[in-house]
């Protein structure tokens, strides 16, 4: 019971923390700085902290999508890479790809910082990095098993009519009962989604959510939820 309370709390505070930061960066026009995550993030956040190998092993003939990707399919130990090594057919998508190879002068700090490796600008594998939004996917209907997306949904972009539109490209590229998968999330509650459309959208899929703390599984980042998403075929948009 004292959890049921606590949590959303702490969850609440990491995303006021957030969008004051994300108001800092859109009043001076600031640019985003950009990350190389690690693979060993990834499963930590997103598959239980299970090995690289059984990880490897459960996606094979999977299509999974990596939103706002940033540089990783530039990093060496991203999971664009062992997924590419493996030949899991996984594709990074960031609109910030489209420019090609671009290191900004903060932004390999911010990749050695969040456990990114060495990069490459003539990596193997990019033509799997999609420099586009996440709204306008280039994938048919009912192609994509897993969708993942670390530190961008709702941690950078939070306007609902921006997350409608996200959300319903999800429920488009998905095949029924595909997945989505985010972190951090704030605590998710149907009843106040105030926003129709929003609304609407997530009434397509069946949410479940987890709260951990990032100093719990040695993340480094503040306590949130992980929200897992799955396409409810059955509801008619």
Known sequence: MLESKIHPALADMT???????????NRFSLPVISTGRSFAYYRKIFFDNKSSATVLGE???????????????????SMFQACHRAGVDFY?????LAEGFKLGPFDRGKIIATG???MNPDAPGLEKGIGTLADDLPFEDGSVDLVLSCYVLFAWIADEDILE?????FHRVLKPGGVVKIFPAPAYDA????????ARIMRGFDVEQEFFSGVLRRTGFPPAYMRTMIVNPDHDL
């Open 59 to 77: 996606l094979q003939g999977q299509c999974i999508l990596d939103i706002g990707c940033g540089l990783t399919p530039y990093v060496a130990n």
């Open 165 to 169: 539109s996200i959300f319903r490209e």
């Open 116 to 118: 990114g490796g060495k």
């Open 92 to 96: 990074g998508i960031d609109p910030k």
């Open 15 to 25: 995303f006021r923390t957030l969008g004051g930061l994300a108001r800092v960066y």
């Open 191 to 198: 009843q106040n989604i105030k926003h129709p459309g929003l």
